[in-house]
């Protein structure tokens, strides 16, 4: 043996020295080459609750029970390394144990005395702590994460290892802030991550979560309530629950907790709590009738026999939770029956005084006064249940790297020093095996074994904890096994609302994600899937009508040459360009008769097939357009009715001179009349066909594909591009027409002649008429009767100037040939020129 620093496993575990009046103080204060220390957590309250499965204890004795299994747990695998020949051979561990009493100010007691320097009771402050030698060379616990959090502050400065068996706050999982802080339990966020897996198996999106007013209830709960939110789990409520049962106001809490639990009609309850905290909330929830629902736990308080041993506990509903995946220390608990039955000996008694002897009272008082004898009969239940691993994990994770810091071989280990500090690289880097099992500190410096999956299962009266799932990274539940508190047998629902029906979505309601009104998907959108807030548009080119889970493709629309209103305006096309002809050919027999000779001779017949071709226009209106037949249309319908105007203008011009200018009529009618109208008529076409070329310069009409105007159909309609060029195609006709009506609208023809004039007058007339119905209808109308409106257009203008113009000319050429004579249609040429009033 030999004396170097002292390793303490901290190791406060409540009333220990009052396990035997006068005999146990000293077996856990033991010397050694090495002194572990160890803090474990305990209650101090005196409240009597009746276990069914034990005799009735005092809490206080309740809650030592459990601190005093981790203490045996730790001096079991103390001595199992003392007696080892393989490990820290030569080397004997030491350990001191104290009471926290779930307080910080008790725990930083024990703790500062281990910061003291070896062999003193002053902490050194320096600047450099290298070969700072301090009382212990490693820390075992405290159990809970509150008190880690103030004791790891304190050893992390120093890089004194400290191993907790039960602190599982995310918070600790801060290398930077706790360098030297680990623990053989998994981090709060694997448990949180279980439980979110969990719930999204069963579906359970609408639920309540609660957490102890305390760091382990707080962190984790913040943990769930960040998770779930991408995972669609809505939080119907969240609150605390206080710790402190003897405070005021922490009836009052636990009351309008319950009372807003059951608000919310949730069927799943989500508890982050110890022990203690659970059994009040779980006795208010009975007490005030809070109906059976599904209670999520977890090891805090699950495995506890303070909550199990509740009056009529079975009534709350379903118990589900995760406890950690742990093996059995095997000697263990016959380790303890023969300690206990050691106790009773003179001889353990014997030494027991001795060793006290050694401990220096003055320094920390470790006796407790308050706590009653406990048998082994008491302890044993409790055997099957607490959770012993993690703390000889712990002890164990400590000797082998002060092992292999030393040096160790098989055989024996070198004289020589060790600093706290140089344990950190062994601890972080190299797994050690305890019982054939390997362990490792992760990068957080937790281990994370797993999982199960426990369901309270009662039969008979008896509680049971089943295993029903296991999760390790991935959750696997076997629910046949799980027997819920509802009729059937199987798990109830918990949601806010029903769930939507394919092509609806979620309509949110308020503030809360789950719930909502389900809407049905309005056109031209589809449901994309069962969770969506919202429908996806479809894309331009398909449709879909209301209420749709999927998009159809867009069928295209036009004027279709089979369909009842195109054969209709073709069959008027027919007509019109049949009446066209007929007049034409009517024309061409008379052609040397004053009427056509009036009329203007060839001229009229040139007039006659510009409207054919008008008329024949029409079917580039009808089939599929494209943008060639876009631009043709314009262009023949401006082209066809120019040819047209152009014949009326010398007739109208010479009209013109001899009613309204007679004196110079004589030397202007030469450029009016005979061959050199024609001329005029040129120059007319010529003049639209510049304004063509302009009007494919500036920007022809072209194909559009509508999206917007029908429903399920691509409407494909021509577009303007350029209104100044439709203006300047179409605006040079207008002018024609215009100047053609002033000229002849204010003439007088006496009785017994023809009015040639009034011919001309009523086809400009209906041309005005027609084109102001078009230009609104045209520019405004974006379907497939836009099309129907310029077939119209044509044939309305085409049929106007016939029935105005030649058909009066037509009926006297057939039905009174008597008036087809020279004196009637005399030519205003012939005449006298009349003197200027």
Not at 90 to 97: C, K, P, R, V, W
Not at 290 to 305: C, F, N, Q
Request: charge should be neutral; glycine fraction near 6%.
């Amino acid at each position: 043996k030999m004396l170097v620093p002292e390793l303490w496993l901290c190791l406060s575990f409540g009333c220990a020295a009052s396990l035997s009046p006068s005999c146990l103080s000293a077996q856990f204060h033991r010397p050694g080459d090495f002194i572990l220390g160890g803090l474990f957590p305990f209650g101090k309250d005196t409240v009597n609750l009746t276990a069914r499965s034990q005799p009735t204890l005092p809490l206080c004795e309740r809650l030592f029970t459990d601190g005093l299994i981790w203490a045996l747990g730790m001096r079991f695998a103390i001595d199992q390394i003392n007696n080892s020949s393989s490990l820290l051979p030569g080397i004997t561990l030491g350990y001191d144990m104290y009471d926290t009493c779930f307080e910080a100010l008790v725990a930083l007691q024990p703790s500062l005395l281990f910061l003291t320097r070896n062999g003193t009771t002053g902490i050194g402050v320096l600047c450099n702590y290298t070969e700072y030698q301090p009382r212990v060379t490693a820390v075992i616990g405290p159990h809970k994460s509150d008190l880690c959090l103030v004791t790891a502050k304190l050893f992390s400065s120093f890089l004194i290892p400290q191993v907790s068996y039960g602190a599982s706050s995310d918070t600790l999982s801060n290398t930077e802030l706790y360098p030297s802080f680990y623990r053989t339990v998994p981090s709060d966020k694997n448990l949180v991550e279980a439980v979110v897996l969990l719930l999204n198996q069963f579906g359970w999106n609408w639920i309540a979560t609660i957490g102890s007013d305390d760091e382990y209830g707080r962190r984790a709960q913040a943990l769930f309530l960040s998770m779930v939110g991408n995972d669609n789990v809505c939080i119907a409520f969240e609150g605390l629950i206080p710790t402190d049962l003897a405070e005021p106001n922490a009836k009052k809490q636990l009351e309008d907790t319950i009372k807003s639990i059951n608000s919310t009609k949730v069927n799943v309850i989500v508890l982050f709590a110890f022990s203690l905290p659970a059994q009040a909330l779980l006795e208010h929830s009975i007490r005030m009738g809070l109906g059976k629902k599904v209670w999520i736990g977890t090891e805090a308080w699950m495995l506890s026999d303070i909550a199990a041993s509740i009056p009529s506990i079975q009534s709350i509903g379903t118990v589900l939770g995760f406890v950690m995946r742990t093996e059995t220390v095997p000697g263990f608990q016959e380790y303890v029956a023969e300690l206990f039955g050691s106790v009773e000996q003179e001889e353990f008694c014997r030494e027991s005084r001795e060793l006290s002897r050694l401990m220096n009272a003055e320094v920390l008082d470790t006796h407790c006064r308050q706590c009653g004898h406990v048998t082994l009969g008491d302890i044993s239940p409790m055997l099957r249940v607490t959770t012993v691993q993690p703390v000889h994990v712990a002890v164990y994770g400590v000797a082998h790297a002060l092992h292999r810091a030393l040096g160790c071989t098989p055989k024996a280990c070198p004289r020589t020093s060790i600093r706290s500090w140089q344990l950190l690289h062994f601890m972080n880097t190299l797994p050690f095996e305890v019982n054939g099992q390997s362990f490792r500190f992760d990068q957080s410096h937790s281990t994370n074994t797993g999982y199960k999956l426990i369901f309270w299962a009662w039969r008979n009266g008896t509680l049971t904890y089943l295993p029903v799932g296991d999760y390790d990274q991935s959750l696997y539940v076997r629910k046949s096994q799980i027997q819920f508190h509802t009729a059937d047998q199987k798990e109830p629902t918990s949601e806010c609302f029903r769930r939507c029906q394919p092509g609806q979505f979620r309509r949110i309601k308020g503030f809360n994600l789950c719930c909502y009104d389900c809407t049905d998907c309005p056109k031209n959108t589809f449901w994309s899937s069962t969770d969506s807030t919202s429908c996806s548009p479809c894309p331009q080119h398909q449709w879909a009508p209301a209420r749709s889970t999927r998009c159809h493709d867009r069928s295209e629309r036009f004027l279709f040459w089979e369909e009842l209103l195109a054969v209709a305006l073709v069959t008027l096309m027919a007509l019109s360009t049949a009446l066209s002809c007929g007049t034409a050919l009517l024309f061409l027999k008379h052609r040397h008769t004053p009427l056509v000779q009036v009329s203007g001779g060839g001229r009229s017949l040139f007039a006659l097939l510009s409207l054919v071709l008008l008329s024949l226009s029409c079917c580039l209106y009808v089939g599929k357009p494209s943008d060639g037949l876009c631009t043709a249309q314009q262009l023949s319908y401006a082209l066809c009715l120019n040819g047209c105007f152009s014949t009326f203008v010398p007739k109208a011009l010479e009209i013109a001179l001899v009613t309204e200018f007679p004196r110079c009529a004589p030397r202007l009618l030469r450029w009016v009349t005979h061959s050199r109208a024609w001329l005029l008529v040129a120059a007319s076409l010529l003049t639209e066909g510049l304004l063509c070329l302009c009007h494919l310069r500036l920007g022809p009409d072209f194909l559009v594909a509508d999206y917007q105007s029908l429903p399920s159909e691509v409407l494909l309609v021509c577009g303007t591009k350029s209104w100044a060029a439709f203006a300047l195609l179409h605006g040079y006709n207008s002018c024609l027409a215009f100047a053609c009506f002033l000229c002849t609208f204010m003439v007088q023809t006496p009785s017994q002649r023809y009015n040639v004039a009034r011919g001309i007058t009523f086809a400009t007339l209906i041309y005005f008429i027609i084109w102001i119905f078009f230009i609104v209808i045209f520019a405004t109308l974006r379907t497939v009767l836009r099309a129907v409106t310029q077939i119209c257009t044509i044939l309305a203008t085409t049929l106007g100037i016939l029935v105005s113009y030649f058909i009066p000319k037509c009926y006297i050429m057939v039905f009174r040939p008597d008036l087809n004579t020279g004196d009637y249609f005399q030519n205003l040429t012939d005449e006298e020129p009349k003197e200027d009033s």
